[in-house]
Structure formats: C-alpha cells, structure tokens
T-cell receptor
Framework: AQSVAQPEDQVNVAEGNPLTVKCTYSVSGNPYLFWYVQYPNRGLQFLLKYITGDNLVKGSYGFEAEFNKSQTSFHLKKPSALVSDSALYFCAVRAIMDSNYQLIWGAGTKLIIKP | DARVTQTPRHKVTEMGQEVTMRCQPILGHNTVFWYRQTMMQGLELLAYFRNRAPLDDSGMPKDRFSAEMPDATLATLKIQPSEPRDSAVYFC??????????????FGSGTQLSVL
C-alpha cells in the first residue's frame, strides 16, 4: 500500500537557523513527490515538486527538497528560517503507475520559527 | 491572479439539514478535487474529477454525500442529511493534468462547516 510519513508533528527552529521537515514515502514504482504549505485559515499552497531529473528541487520562498531514492525520502529544507515560515507543511506522493493518479498525503508537520 | 473560489466561506447549520458547497475551479483546469480537513483525520480525499468525469469517490460516504460537476466552471459537494461529525473544513482544489498526475494543485480557501 502507498503511504507517506511525516515523523514529526512539530518542528521548532530559531529564526536564521536552517530548517528541515522530514518526509518518507512508500509507493510501488517511481513517485511524483510534492510539498505544500498551509497558513492559518487558508488553503494549501504548492511549494515544489519532484518529477524526474535533478534530485535537488528548488521551490517557492527559498525552500528546497532533496529526493533520495535509496532512503525513500523527500525532506524539505531551507538554509535560513524566517518567522513568516511558520505554518503547516504537507508532503504528498503519487505513484506514476497508479492509473487513478491517487495523491497520498502526509499528516502534516507544524513548523514554528521563533524570533 | 487566477484562483479557486469556494462558497460559502462559513456555514453553520443544524443536524439533518442539507448543505451545498460550491467550487469554481481555475479556468482551463481539468482536474478537481474535494478534500475534508479535520484535526483528527487530517486531509481526506472525498472526490476526484478529471475532465468532469468522477474518477475516485471512494473516500466519500455515499449514503449522505454527493459530488457533481454540472459544467467545467462549477463543482458541487452536497451533504444530505448533515450530521455533527461532518463538521470540518472542506477544500476544493483544481489542477491542469497534462500527463500522469504531475500537476500541482491550487486550493480554494475552504468552507468551514459546523453542524450543530
């Protein structure tokens, strides 16, 4: 069965420090991988995606993520955190061979950036 | 900027009443999703349309929920009769799928539903 795990419910980082939000996945075959961010009382916003090619993907707001096939991970990173990065972050995966194009979501990780 | 529009933004109703939520996807998008978000369950897929055809509604309680796309500019989600356990935020999202599911999704602001 396909699944996505975000092992941390919450991540606390001091402003200016690097941040990492973890995501691991399990799918049959090759995946499409996504990160979305949700600010309070808002819908989710697309941050970045991995389809193929370079394992390091750059996205919006200075975020990047690295696809690691051997570890089946797609961790989200940013070199220097801002207070405005505080939000809920969702990882999602879709199996390329899934004929229904089912998108599987992680449970979300709350990121808190302290001044 | 193009965006997904959901109405109403908030809905408070009594148990047993019918609730209709509407979504206007971004013009030109060919996939539409309905999600429900709660603290306990997180994001749950309720329905998925591609080119207006329903592809997946396995996550939707069939006895009380229904989802339709009467045309390319409107998607609806109905609950009849509503129950307190339906209280949640309901999101609509749309995307432009050119291939096997690599499209990014654009989410509306959601409908906050409270069933008393």
């Amino acid at each position: 069965a396909q699944s996505v795990a975000q092992p941390e419910d919450q991540v606390n980082v001091a402003e200016g420090n690097p941040l990492t939000v973890k995501c691991t996945y399990s799918v049959s075959g090759n995946p499409y991988l996504f990160w979305y961010v949700q600010y309070p009382n808002r819908g989710l916003q697309f941050l970045l995606k991995y389809i193929t090619g370079d394992n390091l993907v750059k996205g919006s707001y200075g975020f990047e993520a690295e696809f690691n096939k051997s570890q089946t991970s797609f961790h989200l990173k940013k070199p220097s955190a801002l207070v405005s990065d505080s939000a809920l972050y969702f990882c999602a995966v879709r199996a390329i061979m899934d004929s229904n194009y089912q998108l599987i979501w992680g449970a979300g990780t709350k990121l808190i950036i302290k001044p | 900027d193009a965006r997904v529009t959901q109405t109403p933004r908030h809905k408070v109703t009594e148990m047993g009443q019918e609730v209709t939520m509407r979504c206007q996807p971004i013009l030109g998008h060919n996939t539409v999703f309905w999600y429900r978000q709660t603290m306990m369950q997180g994001l749950e897929l309720l329905a998925y349309f591609r080119n207006r055809a329903p592809l997946d509604d396995s996550g939707m309680p069939k006895d009380r929920f229904s989802a339709e796309m009467p045309d390319a500019t409107l998607a609806t989600l109905k609950i009849q009769p509503s129950e307190p356990r339906d209280s949640a935020v309901y999101f609509c999202a749309s995307g432009l799928a050119r291939d096997r599911g690599s499209e990014k999704l654009f989410f509306g602001s959601g409908t906050q539903l409270s069933v008393l």
